[in-house]
């Protein structure tokens, strides 16, 4: 099982990634990391909400459009920060 913590989930529509924790629960094993500062971002972020919460839409509509600039849910971690901004400024985006 894995706990995450970024900061701005609520506010922003790529909130940053600043702790995560794993725990195997077969062998009660944790690691915690500190991901401040990396620049890690979390996109689809609607994964982690209920259907009916009042943002979800919205943020389907951003994701779909993260989804044509070639970024995906299927490869572990998407672009950093950095990269995330020079991939949007490369498409006239900000």
């Not at 894995?2 to 702790?19: D, M, N, S, V, Y």
């Not at 509509?61 to 020079?86: C, H, M, R, Y």
Request: hydrophobic share 40%; glycine share 12%.
């Amino acid at each position: 099982m894995t706990f995450i913590a970024c900061g701005g989930f609520g506010k922003k529509p790529l909130p940053e990634l600043q702790h995560r924790i794993k725990v195997n629960l077969r062998t009660r094993w944790v690691q915690a990391f500190d991901h401040r500062g990396s620049g890690q971002l979390l996109y689809f972020k609607e994964r982690f909400l209920t259907p009916n919460h009042p943002g979800v839409e919205a943020m389907k509509a951003f994701s779909a459009k993260v989804w044509k600039l070639g970024i995906n849910d299927q490869v572990g971690f998407g672009p950093t920060k950095g990269e995330s901004e020079a991939l949007l400024a490369e498409h006239g985006l900000s």
